[in-house]
């Protein structure tokens, strides 16, 4: 059984800057451990469209961001194996929302895997970022 556990989730003023966090245990479990990508979507205010904001492939360490991507959010291994973090700088009211850990296997990363969240299987229980003005 694949587990995300997340954290680092808050609130902060514009201009400011949050970590997201996201362990997985179970991974190591599976048959095709090797070739896991694991990322994060969020979901903004009064949007349901889940939108992808970063990947990491744990099997290379090759990271993939949306064509939209400013450079202000930048994801990395944090210690483990099946452990990223997703730095998140100059943020801005706009980046208010939930933010999703989200896991899967079946080769490398690919930046198409930002448009579908339905590609990844493994979804870790949510944290709200909020940016006040």
């Known amino acids: 059984q694949v587990q995300l556990t997340e954290s680092g989730g808050g609130t902060v003023q514009a201009g400011g800057s949050l970590r997201l966090s996201c362990s997985a245990s179970?991974?190591?479990?599976?048959?095709?451990?090797?070739?896991?990508?694991v990322g994060w979507f969020r979901q903004r205010q009064n949007n349901k469209k889940r939108e992808g904001v970063a990947?990491?492939?744990?099997?290379?360490?090759?990271?993939r961001y949306p064509s939209s991507a400013d450079g202000r959010f930048t994801i990395s291994r944090d210690g483990a194996k099946f452990a990223i973090s997703l730095q998140m700088d100059n943020l801005t009211p706009e980046d208010t929302g939930t933010y999703y850990c989200?896991?899967?296997?079946?080769?490398?990363?690919?930046?198409?895997?930002?448009?579908?969240?339905?590609?990844?299987?493994?979804w870790g229980q949510g944290s709200p970022v909020t940016v006040s003005s």
């Open positions: 989200v896991a899967d296997s079946g080769g490398h990363c690919h930046g198409w895997q930002l448009l579908d969240p339905s590609h990844f299987r493994f």
């Open positions: 179970g991974i190591s479990d599976l048959s095709d451990h090797d070739h896991f990508c």
């Open positions: 990947l990491f492939d744990t099997g290379d360490g090759d990271t």
